[in-house]
């Protein structure tokens, strides 16, 4: 058996030695014949044709020789390639536009599964990700932590409110009480930190991690070490860990970083090592902490939530928890198990709720149920974000790639026809039809590989631009796409796909042939008109072209009016930026007086009209908002009693140019010492008090406190949160009644921004030379980054939308061209009956017409079905808006008609007697 | 005479038991030694001598042939041998089953 195994490797390997020796050894077959022949007594010529006669076909010999030693089928399929790449070759015209096609659908997939590939399928890199659970809580009934950082989310299925945070000490129950986890770990982002390394200050992002989370998550360094429990210890020496992102643009990939020396927040601390590249430091998918302390070092640089008196009280609940599952426990377990441990935690700390802390509703409350799921994919709030849109995009593009097959389908369709006489032939010599049929199938894969090809090198060109798509608004997606396997596998299965999507129905009509009459040329038997498939061909593109045109169209008119939406200010010419004393150690009245400073050389910039500050810039969703009460009136539902809190500087009004409507706008005046005083916005004003004059009147952000502020003014409504969304109440308040939790400079400009912004650093720099200038933008790049989402559809969808028209319009010509060629001499036969050119212009123009009608009425059926799911993404426009549909239907009926009209021209200009006599 | 179908294989083997030879001579010797009733169609001996091979029944080498010219030359495998063996005896028990059928009246 060995040697047979080796004698058929031998005949796939080294083929053309094997070959040689077939030939010679039947050679010296015929010879011996020949000489045989000879002796008895043969001429030479006639001894040879002899010998020939009686062995029969020598390459009928071969080929049989061939198929005993197997492989036969690897052999054909090496054939089948070759044939295929110089029937390509032969075309290129053809083979152009088709890889080209294939390209653009298969790239267009491929980048878009990188995104996937990368959000939603991707594990944490880390040791045994599938054993990760991630820890939090729901609730039905009201909260029961005094204090809270983290996100809360709505349970899809139940609608209860979940939670991810947990308090410090109930970490530290579940980490010493667990039977069922072999690791428990915590970490708790940070916000900004102003980080100074060799006297350059910037901003930078960071969290507080356990000392168990690198050894539970089995994190190794890329250099120096990862932290450890001894790190998390009140007495250790503050340390940080980079994350690789960082240390590559901060500190160019420098090894000797370990045991330097950066200040962080004022609090110097020594950099310990750095972790891998495929670890983003977090664990949240595409962002990635710079910085990451001991939670030990947390109270030191954090006088927040985790300050030091607070952090580890049981109502102030901040940190998030995984935990490593032991072999052959289930979460179910592990909840059971904790469950009852966190409740009671969780009640002993509303029980310790310090007075001042305590809610106007304070009382029994239920308790919250623990809940354990999966934690290898990292946590899940990004890919919330994504997963809806992502679907989105990869229907799209899936729309395009089917368009891209249907058109393809369609040209092989046409080509096979052309080659139904090369095809006849040889199905009458021989040759199965499953063979023929592999082999066209492997042309069409062919081409379809050399689609992917292409298409994969777009991918990655196109990947890099996907990256700068902010669905969220949420800051850039920091993760590096990779082409990893599963792309690979992807694009390959992809491309196997549509090759045999395209291939299949014209392989197998170009083989179901009637031989006689196709081989002898007769040219009315067996064509017929248009296929039915070829017209349903026509007909999908035409519906699905649509489809996305309709969808694009619906991007492109809520771009269009988030763009040109009355935001309530004026956006032009404001520089923003941000500046943050306090980790530097400012407090109180400092801060106030460092602002006021300033503002004051801010205005004296050379190119700044007028300077201002706020807490929060407008149009980033971010903000301070909690219920108000009126003096005298009952308290609105929770639904409307929400009010955002922007504490300004008093000229605020007219740098922003929002327009004073009643009363008066703030002075200088209005400080620590004067009565407290706010200017309300329109919303608020009809909200709170309805028809009556708002002005003089007093509200309050405490039930208790329902006089404390005078409302001295009420402003015209301006966008807050961005610009799609309806202008919520907003309470202005002169900053220095209320301290500001951060601080947003806003600056009039006039000159060039370039040298606005270096004056600005420099400005800042004498103040303190220690204080970054960070998030520097202008208002309208932050109007657009709200819009982010909402441009990238409308590029997409008008981009991959006019791909498909122009694709459906190059396939209705050329099954009309072919109709027309195939019907010629029916043509003639009518002209010289007597027909008018008209009369055939309309006929040929009808029938792409009827065609294109019925695409027409599907695509818009469908388009009706299904523009419904994108409700939540248009703006000012309704999902079945008529104009659009009506528009994008008549300009596909237009093009359509566009292409009907060229070959049914060529139709009408058939001379009869050409015609007649090309038989 | 055509050859049953499966006799070849049979054929071939036992004519190579004599000793290594090549195709032409194979062929010569199944016609002679049949005093001219089984011609081995030469068309159909190749492919035959090659799928014995690709089973590992016989195996070939090149050599020189009786005027020095070269020639492949097949040889017995142990494997071969058996199969021989076993060919012939159900051979064997195949003519004998007809026979003893062609007796009867």
Known sequence: MLTGLRVRLRALFRKAEVERELDEELRFHLEKETEQNLARGMSPEEARRAALVSFGGVERVKEESRDVRGFRLFEELWQDLRFGARMLLKKPGFTSVAVLTLALGIGANTAIFSLVNEVLLKMLSVRQPEQLVLLDWRTGGQFIFGSMSGSITQEPETGLRVGSSFSYPAFEQFRSRTQTLSDVFAFAPLSQLNVSVGGQAEVASGQLVSGGFYPGLGVQPAVGRVLTPDDDRDSADPVAVLSYHYWRSRFGLDPDVVGKTISVNGVPLTIVGVTPAQFYGGLEVGSSPDLSLPVAAGPRLNPGATGRSEAKEAWNWWVQVLGRLKPGVSAEAVRAELEGGFQQSALEGWQALPPARRPPDYGPRELPELRVSSGSRGLAYLREDYEHPLRIMLIVVGLVLLIACANIANLLLTRAAARRQEIAVRLALGASRLRLIRQLLTESVLLAVLGAALGWLLAWWAKDLLLMWRPSGRGQLQAHLEMDWRVFGFTAAVALLTGILFGLAPALSATRVELTPVLKENSRGARGSLSRFGKSLVVAQVAVSLLLLVGAGLFIRTLHNLQSVELGFNPENLLLFRVDPRPKGYKGEEVNRLYEQMVERFEAVPGVRSATLSEYALLTSSGRRGPAYVEGRAPLSRAENNVYQQRARWNYFDVMQIPLLAGRSFTPQDDGRAPKVAVINQTMARKFFGEESPVGRRFGFKQDKGGEIEVVGVVRDAKYEGPRDEPPSVAYIPYPQESLGQATFALRTAGDLGQVVEAVRGAVREVDKDLPVFSVKTQVELADEALGRERLFAWLTGVFGLLALLLASIGLYGVMSYAVAERTHEIGLRMALGASQGQILRQVIGQGTFLTIIGIVIGLAAALALTRFITSYLFGVSAMDPPTFLAIGALLAVIALVACYLPARRAAKVDPMTALRYE | ?105
């Open chain 2, 1 to 105: 005479m055509d050859l049953l179908q499966g006799t070849l294989d049979l054929l071939v083997l036992k004519t190579l038991q004599a000793g290594p030879t090549h195709g032409w001579d194979i062929a010569q010797r199944i016609q002679q030694v049949s005093r001219d009733v089984l011609r081995v169609g030469q068309g159909s001996l190749y492919p035959a001598l090659h799928r014995l091979e690709a089973q590992g029944w016989i195996i070939s080498e090149w050599g020189a042939s009786d005027n020095n010219r070269r020639a492949k030359f097949y040889r017995l495998t142990a494997a071969g041998r058996k199969q021989l063996a076993a060919e012939t005896e159900s051979w064997q028990r195949f003519t004998g089953a007809v026979e003893l059928i062609l007796k009867t009246n």
